[in-house]
């Protein structure tokens, strides 16, 4: 007896899943002589006997979790997937270094010593506080860390917020709505994203609410289920922002806390929720503390000579009681 059947297609990229002239999806076809495929949109239509059409079904989920995962499928990736079995074929495909892979096959690593103990603490426990100076990667591993986590269905969704204290008072006075005014200070959480994902499928996942970005007052009240959760800045938090946000944690979530102690942009006589957070959390089970140090800058290599040069100048005032202030020596 036929049948018919309609399977959706993912939000990919059509010409890695068809190929140019429809030279992968000719492949796919020739592994199944029996059924009749005709692919318009984002649906593909089988025609044949059920237990033909089972497999194909099956077959094309490996496919789809192959191009989500990877960004890319070659006609060897094909021939892999329609000659083995699907638990053997996602073994063989893993590399231990890499985090998650990019559009066009990019290939996003763990790239320093204190970024792997980054990805092996969040495997561990499931908060982790990545510290250190700017330019060390903690923030673009973490959110590598969030999507690979999506991508392996471990969480439903990613959310990455970041405290808006530079723009306080003054949000008011930006053009355009709230998103508009945000946009700009929430950037670099969207590069991170679209290094590691296609734009169409960060917009998709934005509108859908499985990506939320949002300033760290909106996460008031809410207690957030099997997320990957990133506060990036973190110095920048008040001591009752960073017991709020540390007090969200759902079931089945993970949490992930960046941020450099030096750069703490509150006003003067206001303690820091992070390094408050760091003295009374240090050594407490289930709780994870990686430091970066200048060693980790992955940045241009006056970015290091920087941050040191910033280091020894408050040692030295330190030393002769200098106070710090905005006036030219």
Partial sequence: ???????????????ELFGSNNAKLNLIKSYFPKLKLVARGNV?????APEDIDHFEIKMELVFWHLEKYSQLTERNIERIMTSDAEEFKKSTQEGDVLVYGPGGLKVTARSA??????????ENDMLFAIGPAGTGKTYTAVALAVRAL?????RKIILTRPAVEAGENLGFLPGDLKEKLDPYLQPLYDALLDMLPYEKVADYMEKGVIQVAPLAFMRGRTLDKAFVILDEAQNTTVAQMKMFLTRMGQKAKFVITGDASQVDLPRKQPSGLIRALNILENKEGISIVRFNDKDVMRHKLVKLIINAFEEDEERRQTFNIPSDNKPE
């Fill in 44 to 48: 593909i239509k089988v025609m044949g």
């Fill in 114 to 123: 204190n970024q792997r103990k980054m990805v092996e603490a969040c495997e």
């Fill in 151 to 155: 991508k392996d269905k471990e969480v």
């Fill in 1 to 15: 007896m036929q049948q018919e059947k309609d399977i959706l297609i993912p939000l990919v990229d059509p010409l």
